[in-house]
Nanobody, 131 residues
Framework: QVQLAESGGGLAQFGGSLRLSCTAS????????MGWYRRRPGKERELVAT???????EYGNSVRGRFTVSRDNPKKTVYLQMNNLKPEDTAVYYC?????????????????????????WGRGTQVTVYP
């Protein structure tokens, strides 16, 4: 089983900064993709930022240029540096990880066996930005 432990949420003033961290633990062979989503009040969950294990990033339009995602692969940790925060950034932020486990039973005897992959989510951390 895999667990994602988030930290770093809280209160921030308009224009301020916060840094979120998320560490994965458990039975993990690799983490092809890791990052953050959020759910703002009354809205659907949306992409904030993710980074793959090659360093490629993807950002939501509303945070591009203000937020920066980074990873420490040996520590299985992803960070989200949030600058120039706005009240509309108020949301519950969820850590996301696409995790590789052991080789699948269907492919283990092949020349190139494949690993199982599953998506995992953290419990969420509240970020509140006040004017």
């Amino acid at each position: 089983q895999v667990q994602l432990a988030e930290s770093g949420g809280g209160l921030a003033q308009f224009g301020g900064s916060l840094r979120l961290s998320c560490t994965a633990s458990g039975s993990i062979s690799g983490i092809p993709n890791m990052g953050w989503y959020r759910r703002r009040p009354g809205k659907e969950r949306e992409l904030v930022a993710t980074m793959n294990d090659g360093g490629g990033t993807e950002y939501g339009n509303s945070v591009r240029g203000r937020f920066t995602v980074s990873r420490d692969n040996p520590k299985k940790t992803v960070y989200l540096q949030m600058n120039n925060l706005k009240p509309e950034d108020t949301a519950v932020y969820y850590c996301f990880a696409r995790v590789q486990g052991g080789f699948t039973a269907e492919t283990i005897m092949r020349d190139k066996p494949q690993r199982s992959e599953s998506n995992y989510w953290g419990r969420g951390t509240q970020v509140t930005v006040y004017p």
